[in-house]
């Protein structure tokens, strides 16, 4: 009766190091960093893109061409192109 749970014993204790190490190690070590710099990127696209955009239009270029062409930006951000707003 000893001999079956030791073979039980190790057969699940591989699978618990190959679970291990599929959600453990692999998870930690690379699906988050992964995550986490895909996250990072766009917050940092979105300060760029929200700096650039009011630095012209408060600079005396930019408000020069407003001016010049006649260009009236209804829109403030790409986050309010979505459907809810359009209308």
Same mark, same amino acid.
């Given at each position: 009766?000893?001999?079956?749970? %030791?073979? $039980?014993?190790?057969?699940?204790? %591989?699978? %618990?190091e190959i679970i291990?190490?599929?959600?453990?190690?692999?998870?930690? %070590?690379v699906i988050i960093p992964i995550v986490f710099t895909i996250v990072g990127l766009f917050i940092l696209y979105i300060v760029i893109e929200t700096a650039v955009r009011k630095g012209i239009n $408060?600079?005396?270029i930019g408000q020069f061409l407003e001016k010049k062409y006649e260009i009236k930006e209804d829109k403030k951000s790409f986050l309010d192109d979505d459907l809810d707003n359009d209308k």
């Open positions: 009766m000893s001999g079956i749970g %030791k073979r $039980n014993c190790g057969f699940y204790g %591989k699978i %618990k291990d190490y599929l959600f453990g190690g692999f998870l930690v %070590k $408060n600079s005396i």
